[in-house]
């Protein structure tokens, strides 16, 4: 394969599996929360992650592990034009502090997008990645769209399968059991002043009373592997790096925590859809709703959220949707 794919060089069924492996350690867990500045409290107290999950190795952030994984995936993506989506993340087992990850990505469907007069041609890619431990346990497991270029001259590939058919169900005994064994008590009475499980009622909203600003977004992506030229120069983004999709996830997810702070993980997204661009200094403000809870067996329970984000810039323009993500986090 070409060091930097277009569209056209992608084979329904390809295999990449020479990304870099990464060892999860304290600096790189450190630098990953200050740019993003999620407050879940596992990752953060290494003494409450000992005691609720009877492990000494302390827990990684949950979506630090998803960024290195998408990171991984980034070297058939490197000529990305924006990517459109995710389905169907499921979180298999937890992640702690020296765990070594690799992703395989494998290349699951292809379409070529209808030509319009004075635009580049490009097509839609979905791609399946697998994230494992040093163990090859697998931690991770998800699919994402992206649209890539073709070159200027190409014929018509063909590639026409329906990327709107990628699954976004995840198995409920793979959620349940990335928690299974957990001290859930003992995390309520560190945290006594809720919310907890019982606190919550579906249906529920939180619309945070001030946005975050989007910083060290090349950054992010270096410290994520993530090779996509789009983020990292402005010429290959068409005049504007953009922000790499996880980077403004994983500010939605910071919004999340300090509208309920005592979700204990995060278990899976079932959907998330990038519907607007995102740049640099762009302040995004977020919209949380509650949408169901179901109890798990050790007493406690899966909340499913829906968060959507807005961007506004400091030039004055108007607020722009940029996100829409269906996420799956395990309340006490």
Not at 80 to 85: D, I, W
Not at 147 to 165: F, N, Y
Not at 188 to 207: F, K, M, S
Request: proline share 6%.
């Amino acid at each position: 394969m070409p060091t930097a794919p277009w569209f056209e060089d992608l084979r329904r069924g390809q295999v990449l599996d020479d990304a870099p492996a990464v060892t999860v350690t304290d600096g790189l867990a450190a630098t990953h929360q200050a740019i993003v500045g999620d407050r879940l409290r596992l990752p953060l107290d290494h003494e409450l992650s000992r005691r609720v999950t009877g492990e000494e190795r302390p827990l990684a952030h949950p979506q630090l592990v998803c960024d290195l994984a998408i990171g991984q995936s980034t070297q058939v993506t490197q000529r990305v034009v924006a990517n459109l989506f995710y389905r169907g993340l499921a979180l298999h087992r937890p992640v702690r502090i020296g765990d070594t990850l690799r992703t395989v990505t494998t290349v699951e469907a292809l379409k070529q997008n209808t030509r319009r007069a004075g635009r580049p041609p490009t097509g839609l890619a979905v791609l399946h990645m697998r994230t494992t431990d040093q163990h090859d346990r697998t931690v991770l497991d998800f699919r994402r769209c992206a649209m890539l270029p073709l070159r200027e001259d190409t014929a018509p590939t063909g590639h026409a399968d329906d990327v709107q058919k990628v699954p976004d169900a995840l198995d409920a005994d793979v959620l349940a059991r990335l928690t299974a064994g957990w001290d859930l008590d003992a995390f309520r009475a560190a945290t006594p002043r809720g919310p907890h499980l019982a606190d919550l009622e579906v249906g529920q909203r939180w619309t945070p009373s001030f946005g975050d600003v989007v910083t060290s977004a090349p950054e992010l992506a270096r410290l994520t592997l993530n090779v996509a030229g789009a983020h990292h120069d402005a010429a290959a983004a068409g005049g504007r790096r953009l922000v790499y999709g996880g980077h403004t996830i994983g500010i939605a997810a910071a919004q999340l925590l300090r509208a309920v702070p005592n979700v204990v993980t995060i278990a899976g997204w079932e959907r998330c859809d990038h519907t607007g661009p995102v740049h640099e200094g762009d302040t995004l403000h977020g919209q949380i709703e509650l949408t169901a809870l179901d109890p798990l067996e050790n007493g406690g329970g899966l909340a499913r959220f829906r968060l959507l984000l807005r961007s506004t810039d400091d030039q004055g323009s108007p607020p722009t949707e940029v996100l829409d993500w269906r996420m799956i986090g395990v309340m006490a």
